[in-house]
Structure formats: C-alpha cells, structure tokens
Nanobody, 117 residues
Framework: QVQLVESGGGLVQAGGSLILSCSATGNTFNINRMGWYRQAPGKQRELVAWISRGGVIDYGGDVKDRFIISRDGAKTSVSLQMGLLKPEDTAVYYC???????????WGQGTQVTVSS
C-alpha cells in the first residue's frame, strides 16, 4: 500500500501563485506516475499534470503555460508550482500515484485551492 500526504493550497488572489506538495510513503517501489488532479464543485475530476519516473510530463487543460510539475530525486515526492492563477482554477486538488502496472492508483485526501477574483 501507498499513502499520499498533500500540503499547500489555500486562498490566493487571481494572478497569484501557490505550491502544492505531495509525499508518498509505504511500498513506493512500484510507483511510476505521480501527479495532480482537481475537482471543482459540480464537475468531474480532471487531470492537472503528471510526471513519470523517467521524467515524462503531461499537462491537462489550460495549465501548461502556468503550472510546473516536478519530482524529487528519490521519486517519492511531487510538487506543483501554480502561477497566474485564475478563479476557474478553484477546486480540490488531489495527489495521485500510479504503479507501473498502469492500473493500481492511489489518491491523497485532497487540498482546497481557492482563487478569488
């Protein structure tokens, strides 16, 4: 089993920045991808960004030019630097980890990001 613990988030004005961090503990040996999803009220959960153990990155939506995902050398932590935040970025952000079998997923409990206009 893998446990994911998130930190960061909070309230920020439009145009501001935030950093989210997530650390994985437990049986992390088989983790390949780590990343972030978000879910706004009344909407489906959507991909924000993920990064593989080998450094391949994918961004969802319109965040590519505003957010940066990175991973530590031990491959057990992932960070998301969010800039030029917009009110529509308001959501609960969930850390996610996927094992190399590409079917086993783990989720953090979520952290609220609120962007005021």
């Amino acid at each position: 089993q893998v446990q994911l613990v998130e930190s960061g988030g909070g309230l920020v004005q439009a145009g501001g920045s935030l950093i989210l961090s997530c650390s994985a503990t437990g049986n992390t040996f088989n983790i390949n991808r780590m990343g972030w999803y978000r879910q706004a009220p009344g909407k489906q959960r959507e991909l924000v960004a993920w990064i593989s153990r080998g450094g391949v990155i994918d961004y969802g939506g319109d965040v590519k030019d505003r957010f940066i995902i990175s991973r530590d050398g031990a491959k057990t932590s992932v960070s998301l630097q969010m800039g030029l935040l917009k009110p529509e970025d308001t959501a609960v952000y969930y850390c996610s980890a996927r094992e190399i079998d590409d079917t086993t997923n783990y989720w953090g409990q979520g952290t609220q990001v609120t962007v005021s206009s």
